[in-house]
């Protein structure tokens, strides 16, 4: 057992997450249309079988155009629900659409279908937006706020342009057949000695029925046909028309289609110091690169010059002067110290040491003949005999 | 004798300014081409410079030329700096 909130609020939901019910557009008759002096709008939509209650809030009423009378076709546009406190059914719309514009949206999906099929609409038929343009075309109405949006947003982000336009009636029965006219006629005119590099075809925000025209045949496809590369701008952020299905890019309103064509001049002066800093600093690097070169191939020559090689040969002799002093210097040491050493010998074998102790030297007093031989003394024969300090003769008995 | 960059466009000033960038900082060049290059870079700067500071919209509209073709005239209806 539930109770009746909880049943009500059951079905409730289930209608809410149905999205065929949520975000559709129904077509039917007005009838019992009250607006209550909430501003809020209610009244019921009918056709030859059933009937629906609608709803449509103060905000969404204040944009209609006018409000609809008993009797009148309308499209609404919204979702259904359930009105809990009366337990029924009851539509939402947040837009409704006057007089005869549900035919109008068949022979939109129709002509949709039509076209997209014939591949008008292909992504591979888009062709790319030039980066810089200094020409381009606008295909709107010269007095409608639209064409002022469009040079405003030129003039601020990109002054350097040259703007053609091709002033065009946008809405009403004779508007499309002029805005396909006025995009062959830049066409035609990009063959001559003033090319265009891109085109804009705009329109400002109005009613579904005022933006009609961009959902026609003939203008869909002269801007399929289009040599010069197409921005449609039409209407608001929502709308959606043929027109910027078919366009090589479509922009939100007319300022965001002149905003796509051009390149933003602050970027680019943006850029300037940048490019300018990245200028200096590769001269300034190449300067000094060949300033480093120049001291590197300074100091080579300088090794190279003859007055280095002079110097170098004056530092060698120096150094093998200096080496020949010292070896002669040492050479005197040592014969010194061999003089020394023979000195030494030599005092070590001087006869008069041993006189010294005692012993005397036997000498023939003529020859000078040292007698070391009984033989060589005969008796009464006067021998010298020298001693440590002196010497005196002797005679043999 | 210094040449003459008056009658580039932007779009060719800044390309050039970019490829001389590019081109210097590549390096592979004489002195005396490095500091050519770099004084013709400080000048497109200069020129990019005040071809963004001068430049104003110059805006025309097609209108029949009375013997079944068409001109472009002057269109007087809006000017620069004018506000809605």
Known sequence: ?397 | MTESLQDLSFEEAFEQLQETVQALEAGDLTLAQSLALFERGVRLTNLCDSLLDNAELHVRQVVADGAGGFEAAPFTAWQPGEEL
Request: charged share 20%; glycine share 6%.
């Open chain 1, 1 to 397: 057992m539930i109770t009746v909130s909880q049943l009500i609020t059951t079905v409730k939901n289930l209608l809410e997450v149905d999205s065929d019910l949520t975000d559709v557009w129904v077509e039917g008759e007005v009838s019992n249309f009250k607006q209550a002096a909430s501003g809020h709008c209610y009244f019921t939509l009918k056709d030859s079988r059933a009937v629906v209650p609608c709803v449509m809030w103060r905000n969404d009423a204040l944009r209609l155009r006018r409000l609809p009378v008993d009797g009148e076709q309308v499209a609404i546009h919204g979702y259904i629900s359930l009105y809990e406190p009366q337990g029924k059914l009851q539509f939402y719309a947040d837009r409704l659409d006057l007089a005869g514009l549900g035919k109008l949206y068949q022979e939109f999906e129709r002509l949709k279908a039509q076209l997209a099929a014939e591949g008008l609409f292909d992504a591979a038929r888009k062709q790319p937006l030039p980066v810089w343009p200094a020409r381009i075309g606008v295909v709107t109405s010269s007095k409608a706020a639209a064409l002022r949006d469009i040079l405003r947003t030129l003039a601020v982000r990109y002054p350097l342009v040259d703007v053609l336009l091709a002033p065009t009636a946008v809405q009403g029965a004779e508007a499309p057949a002029q805005i396909a006219a006025a995009i062959d006629l830049l066409n035609a005119w990009n063959l001559g000695v003033e090319p265009i590099d891109v085109l804009i075809v705009a329109r400002g925000g109005g009613s579904i029925e005022e933006l009609w025209a961009f959902n026609d045949e003939q203008v869909v496809r002269a801007i399929a046909a289009s040599v010069i590369p197409v921005i449609s701008g039409v209407g608001h952020e929502t709308d959606f028309t043929l027109s910027d299905l078919a366009a090589d890019q479509r922009a939100p309103t007319p300022t965001g289609a002149a905003a796509l064509a051009v390149p933003d001049r602050l970027e680019l002066a943006g850029q300037l110091p940048g490019l300018r800093s990245r200028l200096q600093s590769a001269a300034a690097g190449h300067i000094d690169r060949e300033r480093r070169q120049l001291v590197q191939t300074r100091r080579l020559l300088e090794r190279l010059s003859p007055a280095v090689q002079l110097a170098t040969r004056r530092q060698q002799v120096d150094e093998l002067s200096r080496s020949m002093t010292r070896t002669a210097a040492h050479r005197l040491a040592v014969q010194r110290a061999q003089v020394d050493g023979m000195r030494a010998r030599l005092a070590s074998l001087d006869p008069n040491a041993v006189l010294a102790r005692g012993y005397a030297i036997l000498q023939e007093p003529v020859s000078g003949a040292v007698i070391t031989s009984v033989a060589q003394a005969a008796s009464g024969m006067a021998i010298r005999a020298r001693v440590a300090d002196g010497e005196f003769d002797v005679t043999v008995s």
